[in-house]
């Protein structure tokens, strides 16, 4: 009875395969999400513990492009500072226009950040790796010494490319930096920088600079915006999780029902030969089992497989992604447990219908 009791509960047809293919893309689904929010996440603490230690960034008001501090702020800073002046420019590369962007320049007197603004000639510039690609899509293929024009409100500036700076650095990476000297050509205008640098552990001067009604905004003010974003991200991925899983059940439930009706010829001969309504319900509930089971390590497997494709092939066309799929308990059990679970709840009450039907002699003809 024993080898009749296994040969009918993992009995496979075309029904079964379909619902195995079913129960495997909804774990997939779930699988995937988990392992790129929990990549997210990872990435995102692996920012911020590189930036952890970054400076304030001091603005008059909220933004960037419009910040007018006057010099004699200066005097309100006893400690480190590092001065720097910003324009929006248009940026230009053999005629061939890359967009517009953020020109910057800094006195860097306390080494607060890269590169080393005084060491290159007011004739040459920076370029973010990001305005790089933008060259780089458009066929430019930029040597050191090659002309990049800025086009600044007061007229164009022609400077020749020297390097392109990537990640790292506090600046954004589709920026321009120009060298120390050019605070003439970049910035709001004599009498007045763009904003401030000031070391977070100098409490005091970030104090005195409130006080005067300044905007500080530390360097890790982004991570923390990712960051803070994580728990409604997570929050939205249990309810995916949930229902995701009500259809793994419904699939289930929908394969059982067809199995008993296409099976009730079979169910009939157990009867006949002894079998009791126990064997029809461990029947049907090992059978719900077996697909579960298949469908979640397929879907697992599936699950990584593909967002790795993805996150792979992203920079191919245009997406540049620090996001890598994680293999955590809460990638791959969890969404392995929730299609057994709901799989046996879908499944099991089947098979208790299919034994009292039998027991009562009920069966669908």
Not at 34 to 52: F, I, K, P, Q
Not at 166 to 191: C, H, K, Q, R
Not at 226 to 240: A, C, N, R, W
């Amino acid at each position: 009875m024993r080898d009749v009791f296994l040969k009918m509960a993992t009995r496979t047809n075309w029904r079964i395969l379909v619902t195995v293919i079913g129960i495997a893309a909804c774990v997939m689904y779930m699988t995937g999400t988990t392992a790129m929010v929990e990549g997210l996440g990872t990435g995102t603490d692996a920012l911020a513990a590189r930036v952890n230690e970054g400076p304030y960034i001091a603005l008059d008001g909220e933004s960037l492009a419009d910040s007018r501090i006057p010099l004699t702020a200066l005097d309100l800073i006893e400690g480190n500072r590092t001065i720097c002046w910003v324009s929006w420019v248009d940026v230009e590369v053999q005629s061939i226009p890359l967009g517009s962007t953020y020109a910057v320049t800094c006195n860097d007197t306390s080494g607060m950040i890269r590169p080393d603004f005084a060491s290159f000639p007011a004739t040459e510039l920076h370029m973010g790796y990001r305005l790089k690609d933008i060259a780089d899509a458009k066929n430019l293929t930029l040597q050191r010494g090659d002309e990049v024009v800025l086009d600044l409100p007061e007229g164009n500036l022609s400077l020749e490319y020297r390097l392109t700076y990537s990640s790292g650095y506090i600046f954004s990476t589709d920026w321009v930096l120009v060298a120390e000297n050019m605070t003439s050509d970049i910035g709001p205008g004599d009498g007045y920088l763009s904003f401030l640098l000031i070391p977070k552990e100098s409490t005091d001067d970030l104090e005195r600079l409130r006080e005067e009604g300044f905007t500080l905004v530390p360097t890790t003010g982004t991570v923390a915006f990712f960051q803070g974003g994580m728990d409604q991200v997570e929050s939205t991925l249990y309810v995916i999780a949930v229902m995701t899983s009500v259809v793994i059940a419904v699939l289930v439930a929908s394969l059982m029902s067809v199995e008993v009706y296409y099976r009730r010829n079979d169910i009939e001969i157990l009867r006949q030969i002894g079998g009791g309504p126990s064997l029809i319900t461990g029947i049907f509930a090992m059978q719900t089992l077996y697909v579960s089971i298949f469908g979640g390590l397929l879907g697992i497997t599936l699950g990584f497989v593909v967002t790795n494709f993805i996150t792979s092939l992203a920079p191919l066309v245009g997406f540049a992604s620090f996001v890598v799929p994680q293999a955590t308990i809460s990638s791959v059990l969890i969404p392995f447990i929730l299609a057994l679970i709901f799989g046996v709840v879908g499944g099991l009450p089947v098979a208790m219908l299919a034994s009292r039907r039998m027991k009562g002699g009920d069966l669908p003809r």
